[in-house]
């Protein structure tokens, strides 16, 4: 059978602190430097610098929420993978094999270039559009529709 260790209080008994320091050492809040965050601009000042060094100040920066411009992009693969759905939906036409789709209608403010275009695609409404969207529409033989710079 396992020995039970005593607990600390018993080995303390007969001492007026009891491990607490000075008699009045376990009563309040003021042993331990105030309650919750007290002290944290004072004498608890480091602890909260190695807890949370960011507790204190401002960081980063926000931007003025009229100057920021949320535009709309999208891949021109995912305009390829979608084009037939477009169709479907009365969102573009198709003359033989090519797709006529105006982008500003669908809400799409940028053209990025990632993804496969295996369709050609006659791109109207375009507002932006990166070089490597443009070469691959155009390498495959489709139109980009831009506004006069």
């Not at 411009?69 to 993978?81: P, S, T, Y």
């Not at 003359?95 to 809400?107: A, E, H, N």
Request: no cysteine; hydrophobic share 35%.
């Amino acid at each position: 059978m396992q020995k039970r260790t005593p607990k600390k209080i018993n080995k303390l008994r007969g001492q007026r602190s009891a491990g607490y320091g000075f008699t009045k050492g376990h009563r309040a809040a003021g042993q331990r430097g105030g309650k919750g965050m007290a002290g944290t601009k004072k004498h608890h000042y480091i602890k909260v610098m190695t807890e949370n060094p960011h507790y204190f100040g401002k960081w980063g920066f926000k931007r003025p929420q009229k100057v920021i411009e949320n535009k709309v992009a999208l891949n021109v693969g995912e305009i390829d993978e979608a084009a037939d759905r477009l169709v479907a939906n009365g969102l573009a036409t198709m003359t033989g094999k090519r797709y006529k789709i105006d982008v500003s209608k669908l809400g799409i403010d940028r053209i990025l270039g990632s993804g496969k275009v295996l369709k050609k695609l006659d791109l109207t409404g375009v507002q932006a559009i990166t070089n490597r969207a443009r070469e691959k529409v155009t390498g495959i033989g489709g139109t980009i529709d831009l506004p006069a710079e």
